[in-house]
């Protein structure tokens, strides 16, 4: 089918024959995605992992599922090189430089505006057209033409051929025909026949003998042959460089009815999608403001809801999730996120754009700005929710939208208690985390998905899930009614039973993590804490401390015992099953990360007098934590502060005899304390909760100062002595030497001090996971490189830290910290 001119005759000489791959009706555009999917995820986090699971995500160590024949989701086909069907070299650059300065040359002595000229060349075009040997045998001639076509195109838009009205029609059929033509695919060809056309056809009077259906037909052919272009990320400059975005952008953000056809925008739409993916593109397009036409299609009073309308939509928020990430506050103006909300409203069941909405809502709510949006208008949030529940078979959409739940559910505690209640969420999540388990299960006993999805996939998906509990969990409200919830809390002790921390990291980490969310809530409807489960968690966690060096594991275990050993059977079990030694043997982690928790469960074990006498005689725990004290800087009062509390706890069994060394360097450990804090007290008084560590840390070293009786230990027999603590009411100095007397144990009437996982509102010595620190290592999956990791850390010393916000992990090489970057702070998108 062509575009005719009225009246024209039957010889075609009057015809723009437009490229269309069939007779009937041009297929729907494939889509491409960018080469690493984004991922939640893990994610997550990112988005994306837990406490409250941070996002970054999630996750990264896998992209994330990504549905089996969706449009927008298949990786875009790349081309393997080889030669055109010409013969000529693949590249165009060189073959375009070299015929560029040969054009320059042939055309220096004959001026293209001379009608003469023009007329010579509209006949080349004419025999070029018809004749395929020639084409084929000369693709310099074809190059040379092509530029002259353009130099022609100029010199009509500068109105330089005022005579003329009609060449450029007949100049623009003659391109057409040309560009229908198989070997006119060659790019070197095709974008300056494409960038002519476009100018010709929306040229005053170049089309006016032809009518509206011949003009969008025409602009179609076009759109179809650079789409077919764009699929090749080898292309995507070419569209810059050649100046076809300011075209594309023109004809999708117009309101004329040649620019109207549907099929068109889809078309237009994925051309920019395609080359959206190029950093370079992309911000020339945010400058020529694509964001906002592409938020014109989307806005609701334009549309109908019809299957049509959600296939230009699919291209429109596909291509609109390019720019999520580096240009969020483009969707923050105006009510551009309630006008995606309606969308996902409109179209409830259009899984494929529904996904696209949710690959937005992943990128935008890894900036806070955004979430701050989210916060304001609690409608997205319940839109988001009715989505998922509504959609929870599909993968890809589950994947994505417990991510952007797992972002949001971190960042404020308002949102947490949206979704657990206005959107029925403390039903919702452990629906969707029990029915992805039992799949999970299936597959993994040699069942088949329906979907074909693979255990790791699941994963995947449970993984966000896992992180969204954890962080809901962070709200009093909803992490009490989380945790008297079984079909939360038996498969969160499923997973951690069956799944190997080698095999399934992310997944392992963010379980212990909601599980030491849910231990916080020592309530009698906790089921936590209910029958065999405290002896079965601590058998679980013994495998985590004792068979892994994973410092993250570690972490997380640690405060999940924290949370647990409030309980005396469960400080027996931990006796019985020698975690004390392994928790004191930490001590010595480089990571304070680390020691902070373990000093935090150690409280706990020293407050029981039945475990102090273990702790001092099975392991070297004062020396240890001597150590800590004096090792710990004079600014983090925190960490000094905790190791004092087990101190403290250990001297109120006045049973228990002391090393005298122990004594005297717990004495000159302490002594030291006041003066540091004094160093440093004037730097750190804008920090209320240090200050208050501060404070309390004097206090405990003053207590147990008296506490610790004066010793004279007599050289040569320091292996002999020790001490009986005195209570606090009798300070005394004893003389210890080979024959000293031990005095009867005294009466502890004084109360241990306990810690345990405290909410993020509040201080404590073992503080739950923030939301920051549970961010996803997914997305994810465009993903964060080690380059990026890289610029983002400082070295201080012989200490690399991460520099992901909310991050205080510190590492001894630049590959632990790189490591560590990828696994937990990578994007899902």
């Known amino acids: 089918r062509g575009l005719r001119a009225e009246g024209a005759d039957d010889s075609g000489s009057e015809e723009l024959t437009p490229m269309r791959p069939s007779d009937n009706a041009a297929p729907s555009p494939p889509s491409r995605t960018p080469a690493r999917p984004p991922r939640p995820p893990t994610g997550q986090n ?264 959600a296939q230009l939509l699919i291209q429109a928020t596909a291509a609109l999730r390019n720019f999520a990430g580096p240009n969020h506050e483009e969707f923050l103006r105006e009510d551009r996120l309630d006008t995606i909300t309606r969308v996902m409203a409109m179209f409830p069941e259009e899984v494929e754009l529904l996904t696209n909405v949710s690959r937005i809502f992943a990128k935008l709510t890894l900036n806070a700005p955004a979430c701050e949006a989210f916060a304001r208008n609690g409608a997205h949030l319940r839109q988001i929710a009715q989505t998922l529940s509504s959609n929870a078979d599909s993968m890809p959409l589950a994947l994505r939208m417990a991510f952007v739940l797992g972002n949001l559910t971190e960042f404020s505690d308002r949102l947490r208690v949206i979704f657990a209640f206005d959107c029925e969420g403390t039903a919702l999540a452990p629906q969707l985390l029990g029915s992805y388990w039992r799949k999970e299960r299936e597959i993994a006993r040699g069942g088949k998905d329906q979907a074909g999805a693979t255990v790791a996939e699941v994963d995947e998906v449970l993984v966000k899930l896992v992180r969204l509990i954890a962080n809901m969990a962070i709200s009093s409200t909803a992490g009490s009614t989380l945790a008297s919830s079984s079909a939360v809390v038996d498969p969160l002790l499923d997973m951690l039973g069956a799944k190997k921390i080698t095999e399934s990291e992310e997944l392992v980490l963010n379980v212990v993590s909601a599980v030491t969310n849910l231990l916080f809530y020592d309530e009698p409807s906790n089921i936590l804490f209910q029958g065999d489960n405290k002896q079965l968690l601590c058998r679980l966690f013994r495998s985590l401390l004792l068979e892994n060096f994973n410092v993250e594991a570690l972490v997380e275990t640690a405060r999940g015992l924290g949370n647990l050993s409030r309980h005396s059977d469960v400080r027996k079990c931990m006796s019985d099953l020698r975690l004390d030694e392994r928790l004191v043997i930490l001590l010595d982690h480089e990571d304070r990360d680390l020691v902070f928790p373990v000093c935090g469960a150690l409280v706990n074990l020293a407050a029981d007098q039945e475990c102090t006498k273990r702790l001092m005689t099975a392991t070297p725990i004062v020396r240890k934590l001597i150590e800590l004290v004096n090792d710990a800087p004079a600014d983090d009062p925190g960490l000094r502060l905790v190791a004092i509390k087990v101190l403290t706890n250990l001297s109120l069994d006045t049973s228990t005899r002391w090393s005298a060394l122990d004594v005297q360097a717990v004495r000159s450990a302490l002594q030291q304390i006041p003066v540091d804090c004094e160093e440093v007290s004037t730097a750190l008084q804008e920090d209320p909760q240090t200050m208050a560590d501060m404070q309390q840390l004097l206090e405990l070293t003053r207590k147990l100062q008296q506490r610790l009786p004066v010793v004279d230990v007599v050289p040569g027999q320091e292996s002999a002595a020790d001490v009986q603590l005195l209570s606090r009411s009798s300070v005394v100095s004893a003389a210890i030497g080979p024959d000293a007397s031990r005095a009867p144990p005294g009466h502890n009437s004084e109360v241990p001090l306990a810690a345990m996982t405290r909410p993020p509102s509040s201080g404590g010595p073992v503080r739950p996971p923030t939301a920051k620190e549970l961010a996803p290592r997914d997305g994810p999956k465009v993903k964060v490189s080690s380059g990026d990791a890289k610029a983002m850390a400082d070295k201080e010393g012989n200490n690399w830290g991460c520099k992901h916000p909310g991050c205080t992990r510190r590492f001894a090489s630049e590959a632990k910290m790189l490591a560590h970057y990828d696994r937990r702070h990578t994007m899902l998108s």
């Open 46 to 309: 990112g988005a994306g992992y837990p406490t409250p699971l941070p996002p970054g995500d999630s996750p990264s160590r896998g992209h994330g599922y990504g549905g089996e024949g969706s449009a927008s989701h298949r990786p875009r086909s790349r081309s393997k090189g080889g030669m055109p069907p010409d013969g000529s070299p693949p590249s165009s650059s060189s073959s375009r430089r070299k015929s560029s300065s040969s054009r320059e040359r042939r055309s220096s002595g004959a001026d293209a505006a001379d009608p003469q000229v023009s007329e010579a060349i509209l006949a080349k075009l004419q025999e070029l057209a018809a004749n395929e040997e020639m084409r084929s045998n000369s693709p310099d001639l074809m190059a040379d033409m092509c530029q002259r076509i353009w130099l022609l195109v100029a010199q009509f838009q500068a109105n330089q051929f005022p005579n003329s009205a009609t060449f450029p029609g007949r100049l623009l059929k003659e391109v057409m025909g040309l560009l229908s033509l198989p070997d006119m695919k060659d790019p070197r060809f095709l974008f300056l026949l494409s960038r002519s056309a476009l100018a010709l056809l929306q040229m005053e009077g170049s089309t006016s003998e032809f009518p509206l259906a011949g003009v969008q037909h025409a602009y179609l052919s076009i759109a179809q042959a650079l789409f077919e272009s764009s699929q090749n990320e080898e292309h995507d400059a070419d569209f810059l460089r050649e100046g076809l975005v300011e075209s594309l952008l023109q004809v999708l953000g117009s309101d004329e009815p040649r620019f109207l056809h549907n099929e068109l925008r889809v078309y237009v739409t994925g051309i920019l999608k395609n080359i959206s993916h190029n950093e370079q593109n992309q911000r020339a397009l945010a400058d020529l403001g694509a964001v906002t036409i592409l938020f014109k299609l989307l806005h609701s009073s334009n549309l109908q809801g019809t299957h049509e309308e």
